[in-house]
């Protein structure tokens, strides 16, 4: 599960400059909110690389982390996407694609996990 600790560092990565990147060019804190789960991962994923044996614990709450992480703007999304200014719906979406996508790859890694060992 080496090579998905890494990968959750990438997401983490492009998950905050996504924050950071919309915060700056709309000045609003709300702006930022994928930047919070970036930062879960990131410590998560560093966490899963120096603590071999808590690993596998580690890399189960980042999926979780981002599980919710997709399902929040998700549930946005579908609630008032019609609503939502450009800069909203472009950041929503690239935090759903984001966590979904980093979701799906955990969920894979599990799975041939369980499979090998």
């Known amino acids: 599960m080496p090579d998905i ?14 924050g950071l990147g919309a915060f700056i060019f709309s000045g609003s804190q709300t702006a930022l909110l994928p930047a919070y789960p970036g930062v879960l991962l990131a ?15 580690l890399m189960h709450v ?6 919710l992480g ?7 999304l579908g609630i008032r996407a ?20 980093l979701l799906v790859l955990m969920v894979r890694s599990f799975i041939a996990a369980r499979r090998s060992g």
């Not at 600790?5 to 996504?18: E, M, Q, R, Y």
């Open 82 to 101: 019609a609503q939502m200014s450009p800069l909203a719906l472009t950041v929503n979406m690239g935090m759903l694609v984001l966590c979904g996508a």
């Open 43 to 57: 410590a998560l994923g560093g966490l899963a690389l120096a603590f071999e044996r808590a690993r596998k614990h």
């Open 5 to 18: 600790a890494k990968s959750t560092l990438v997401f983490a990565a492009l998950l905050i400059i996504l």
């Open 62 to 67: 980042a999926a979780v982390v981002a599980l």
């Open 70 to 76: 997709a399902l929040a703007p998700a549930a946005t």
